[in-house]
């Protein structure tokens, strides 16, 4: 059974302290991740904690935990940079694991780079505002701490949609659009899909989106099978009448990632009646150069009996628009269905074998699915490798893929068994 963690925030968003929140509220070591806390205000010239504390709170009938924090800061914006390096003075003095260190600071550098694109500055000299506090240490440091308590870093992380509610929001530079350009830049290009919640303003802060994204790589659209073990609900700063404010955090365990690894792919179809065998060839060479998952192309037939192709391709959410566009243009169907799924998939890695045959050397690649437990359970040369083999020497392409296979199966045996 693999360990899995789920955050919850498709309702009223993500924050940093409702991150923490959540964590002690799941069982953190309270004590542990105050003291870390506390260490912060020696890194950030000028700033002093008065009060941190967790306290118990009920949100619309829900138990849940609120982080209390209280600050003295001297400035009111510092570069990014100065932040950074204090930052990783501070992950060295207190208990932290690398991998804790470089959660920490990678999110750190995600918050000065999205800050750094919305000024048009560089990454060095970009000055923070809002997030210039030592209550930005307070929440990663905290947080590190926290997710290093609950060995939630060894676990599997998922997310589901984040809300980012909805109007205008007030900052050091004015009124923006609600959600702000920095969150916009956080989660630009990465598969993580952002709805509006149940709450007006901002819902997801930059801190939070910025752990969020060094926590897991996307957001899922449901709940993978599990069995829930433990639940954490931290509680956010706004009150709304009609529902919580507040982050759900499950942990639990699930036999679905024991083998497999997944992600979410769009698996797009048409279907045409009036296209040529040629058509249908140039369509695929043209789906094939954009780096796709899979491209079918499966004969069947249509209404009134008519011959037909069903077109199916396999797609992430970066090459959706221009899988369309070709479709569209290539195929003259006049519509396509779209269907986000979840794929499950076994782990895979590839290795290049020399292959000496009749005096001749070959570089021929290789992909290698192994189980949870490292035993191999499939190697497969590449194809296009073994035809060159193939029409190099002269050998039917047959006895090149049986080459091919056993040279990688006996290397397989002495370096990877």
């Not at 779209?338 to 045959?357: A, K």
Request: aromatic share 6%; glycine share 8%.
């Amino acid at each position: 059974m693999t360990r899995i963690a789920i955050f919850d925030s498709q309702i009223t968003g993500i924050s940093g302290d409702m991150i923490l929140s959540s964590l002690i509220d799941a069982g953190a070591n309270k004590n542990k991740v105050i003291n870390a806390i506390n260490a912060c205000q020696d890194f950030l010239k000028g700033s002093k904690i008065t009060a941190t504390s967790f306290l118990k709170t009920t949100l619309n009938g829900i138990s849940a935990t609120i982080f209390q924090f209280e600050y003295k800061d001297a400035l009111r914006n510092r570069k990014g940079i100065d932040m950074y390096r204090s930052l990783a003075s501070c992950c060295n003095a207190v208990d932290l694991e690398q991998r804790s260190k470089t959660f920490v600071l990678e999110s750190m550098k995600t918050l000065i780079e999205a800050e750094a694109a919305v000024h048009g500055e560089e990454f060095g000299s970009v000055r923070l505002h809002e997030a210039s506090s030592v209550d930005t240490f307070a929440d990663l440091i905290g947080c590190a701490t926290a997710l290093q308590d609950l060995r939630l870093f060894g676990s599997r992380i998922f997310s589901t949609k984040i809300a980012i509610g909805s109007g205008t929001l007030s900052f050091s530079h004015g009124i923006v659009p609600n959600p702000s350009n920095a969150i916009l830049e956080i989660f630009k290009n990465r598969p993580f899909t952002l709805v509006g919640g149940q709450g007006h303003g901002e819902l997801t802060t930059p801190t939070g989106a910025a752990m969020l994204v060094n926590l897991t790589s996307e957001s899922i659209n449901h709940y993978p099978d599990f069995t829930p073990e433990r639940t954490g609900y931290g509680a956010g700063r706004q009150k709304f009448d009609h529902v919580a404010n507040i982050l759900r955090l499950v942990i639990g365990k699930s036999s679905l990632f024991n083998e497999t690894n997944t992600d979410n792919v769009f698996v797009i179809e048409t279907n045409v009646d009036d296209i040529s065998g040629e058509i249908v060839g140039n369509l695929i060479e043209e789906l094939v150069q954009l780096k796709l998952k899979d491209v079918t192309v499966i004969p069947v037939l249509s209404k009134k009996n008519r011959p037909a192709y069903l077109i199916r391709v396999i797609s992430d959410h970066t090459q959706l628009s221009s899988v369309l566009d070709t479709l569209f243009k290539e195929s003259g169907t006049g519509g396509i269905r779209v269907h986000e799924m979840q794929r499950y998939v076994i782990p895979r890695s590839g290795i290049t074998i020399s292959l000496d045959i009749q005096g001749s050397h070959f570089k021929v690649r290789a992909k290698i699915t192994k189980d949870s437990t490292g035993k191999i359970i499939t190697t497969k040369p590449e194809f296009e490798d073994v035809k060159v083999i193939a029409s190099s020497i002269g050998i039917p392409l047959k006895t090149a893929m049986e080459l091919a296979n056993a040279a990688i199966t006996q290397k397989v045996k002495r370096d990877w068994n």
